[in-house]
């Protein structure tokens, strides 16, 4: 039962690199969401898409780019990486529908902007 | 904007001992989720709070939403080292498809 699987793990970029993290889930789940988490400013929204075909823009989309490939896959693209950017990005999915229903995570992608 | 505050961000204790954590905000959330996290791994949900006032026990734990559902509070009854990790809370708004995370409150228990 994987749930939502990201890739990388880690990652290390020189400023001005591009790369995309990969997320997927197989919980059939309508709504993906990106996530970044620094210390102590708890988990901020990148970006996210309530059903396959949107995207709609969360707290902090700038240097960001996202794609819904298809139901079960949601990527998200650094352009032109920036040391800000250093950071752990999670990836999230739930069942769209009521809004309290939980938002299932994965592991997280470790990245660091030289 | 919609804001979580949540006290103390740092929280470190024997073993044993009680605690207790608070999200606050100055806004109405229609529900809220408490996540923990551990190092190394993502987020994962503890309990949502529906109603007013509303008390749900997890075994040692206990999460409260508070009567105007602006704040919610999770208390920590004999604390175990088990119990370490990154306490989130979340408030979700009906309709919405996002939810508003609190800062969270990393909790240390020491044996």
């Known amino acids: 039962n994987a749930g939502v699987t990201q890739t990388p793990k880690f990652q290390v970029l020189k400023t001005g690199q591009s790369m995309t993290l990969q997320c997927a889930q197989d919980?059939?789940?309508?709504?993906m969401y990106w996530y970044r988490q620094d210390p102590g400013m708890g988990l901020r929204l990148i970006y996210y898409s309530a059903s396959e075909g949107t995207t709609d823009k969360g707290e902090v989309p700038n240097g960001y780019n996202v794609s819904r490939l298809n139901k079960r896959e949601f990527s998200l693209r650094l352009e032109s990486a920036a040391p800000s950017q250093t950071s752990v990005y999670f990836c999230?999915?739930?069942?769209?529908?009521?809004?309290?229903?939980?938002?299932?995570f994965g592991d997280g992608t470790r990245l660091s902007i030289l | 904007t919609q804001l979580l505050e949540q006290s103390p961000q740092f929280l470190s204790i024997q073993e044993g001992e009680n605690l207790t954590v608070y999200c606050n905000s100055s806004s109405v959330f229609s529900s809220l989720q408490w996540y923990r996290q551990e190092p190394g791994e993502g987020p994962v949900l503890l309990v949502t709070?529906?109603?007013?006032?509303e008390v749900k026990k997890l075994k040692r734990l206990t999460f409260q939403f508070g009567d105007a559902r602006k704040d919610s509070s999770l208390h920590i009854t004999a604390a175990q080292p088990g119990d370490t990790g990154l306490y989130l809370c979340?408030?979700?708004?009906?309709?919405?498809?996002?939810?508003?995370f609190g800062q969270g409150t990393r909790l240390t228990i020491n044996p």
């Open positions: 709070v529906v109603t007013g006032g």
């Open positions: 999230a999915s739930k069942r769209t529908g009521a809004s309290n229903q939980p938002q299932h």
């Open positions: 919980m059939n789940h309508n709504s």
């Open positions: 979340a408030g979700a708004n009906q309709g919405a498809q996002k939810l508003v």
